[in-house]
């Protein structure tokens, strides 16, 4: 079983429509990373928490700790939201990044 | 203030050669990492540099190695290129160790 676990593995949304993508993870971790990958390779870090809750225009991104859980919400999507999201954890004993394998999003106009 | 840039863009070797990737952090970034990413085994960790030192390293063959200079700017270097080494390398720098990444384009090598 991966230490980090993303659902789903793809979606498929109408732009407008509220998008949710989880993940979930086995160890114990000082920071929780969202990534957005378009093709062509380039990444960009959307979040980073430890905690709580962060929003940054459409995106919202949340992290339970005792449940092990976080949540990267789109509002409103739109059809440049398409791209691969990755989770990525930071392991507290091990201080590496462990990524999730992505959910690969698609939003048609 | 200029992102991440890494060089060459796109490589292609031979099996049993060695290759040498580059990549200059953003103006100020002291903390450099290293990922590789495949398409069977998504992202990895590499090495994680921090003021010329190597403070952590994935579980790779030691064939990968890296280094960090005093301008924070980092090299990895692959000796003996095998085909499984065909990946896009990404590299990205922080302020700190444990501070937000920003990721650099990449540099895809293919191995024939």
């Known amino acids: 079983k991966n230490e980090v676990e993303q659902s789903p593995q793809n979606l498929t949304a109408q732009e407008g429509e509220f998008i949710t993508i989880n993940c979930s993870y086995s160890?114990?971790?000082?920071?929780l990373h969202w990534l957005q990958q378009h093709p062509g390779g380039g990444i960009v870090s959307l979040f980073m928490?430890?905690?709580g809750k962060k929003k940054h225009g459409r995106l919202i991104a949340t992290i339970n700790i005792q449940e092990k859980h976080s949540s990267l919400h789109i509002t409103a999507s739109h059809p440049r939201d398409s791209a691969v999201y990755i989770c990525?954890?930071?392991?507290?004993?091990?201080?590496?990044?462990?990524f999730g394998t992505g959910t690969r999003l698609q939003v048609f106009p | 203030k200029a992102g991440v840039t890494q060089t060459p863009r796109y490589l292609i070797k031979t099996r049993g050669q060695q290759v040498t990737l580059s990549c200059s952090p953003i103006?100020?970034?002291?903390?450099v990492s290293w990922y590789q990413q495949t398409p069977g085994q998504g992202l990895q960790f590499l090495f994680e540099y921090f003021s010329e030192t190597q403070r952590n390293k994935g579980n790779f063959p030691g064939r990968f190695s890296g280094r960090q200079f005093s301008n924070s700017r980092s090299e990895m270097n692959v000796s003996t290129l095998e085909l499984g080494d065909s990946a896009l390398y990404l590299c990205?720098?922080?302020?700190?160790?444990?501070?937000?990444?920003?990721f650099g384009p990449g540099t895809r090598l293919t191995v024939l």
């Open positions: 103006s100020g970034h002291r903390s």
């Open positions: 990525a954890v930071r392991g507290y004993n091990t201080d590496k990044l462990i």
């Open positions: 160890v114990g971790i000082s920071a």
């Open positions: 928490l430890s905690s």
């Open positions: 990205a720098s922080s302020l700190g160790l444990h501070n937000e990444q920003f």
